[in-house]
């Protein structure tokens, strides 16, 4: 088993930075362009058990496909801990699925950021409940 990307004996928890509230204020409106902005152009994203997309075509492909889905999204930060330029952050996505249903579920999420932007994004979480 890898390591954490934090260190424990470097990561502080924290209240969440500007640029995350920012780039998942965009998330949440499902505003695409928004969001990609966020992104470096040779990127790699992972959510859940989905092999990891990489660049910004992908990414986006992937983002439609989850986005067609939903008439939005609402992230409730509870925990973050920052070390470097890596990011863990521990909340609850509710998804206003298309059609009226809200699911709410717990998710945590890595994200590693070069230059500003991020470069690395893995979300960890269990999709069924949106598919139930």
């Not at 924290?14 to 998942?24: K, S, V």
């Not at 990489?54 to 609402?74: C, P, T």
């Not at 992230?75 to 009226?100: C, F, K, P, Q």
Request: glycine share 6%; net charge negative; charged share 20%.
């Amino acid at each position: 088993m890898s390591a954490l990307p934090i260190p424990a004996e470097t990561a502080t928890e924290t209240a969440a930075p500007a640029w995350l509230t920012g780039f998942y204020a965009k998330v949440d409106s499902l505003d695409i362009d928004g969001v990609m902005a966020g992104f470096t152009p040779d990127a790699v994203m992972q959510f859940g058990a989905d092999d990891p997309v990489s660049g910004h075509d992908a990414i986006r492909a992937g983002l439609n496909g989850l986005f067609s889905i939903l008439d939005s999204m609402k992230h409730a930060i509870h925990r973050i801990w920052i070390s470097n330029d890596t990011t863990l952050m521990e909340a609850t996505v509710t998804y206003y699925m298309t059609g009226g249903r809200q699911v709410p579920i717990p998710v945590v999420t890595i994200l590693e950021r070069r230059d500003e932007l991020i470069a690395d994004i893995r979300i960890f979480i269990d999709r069924v409940p949106m598919t139930a």
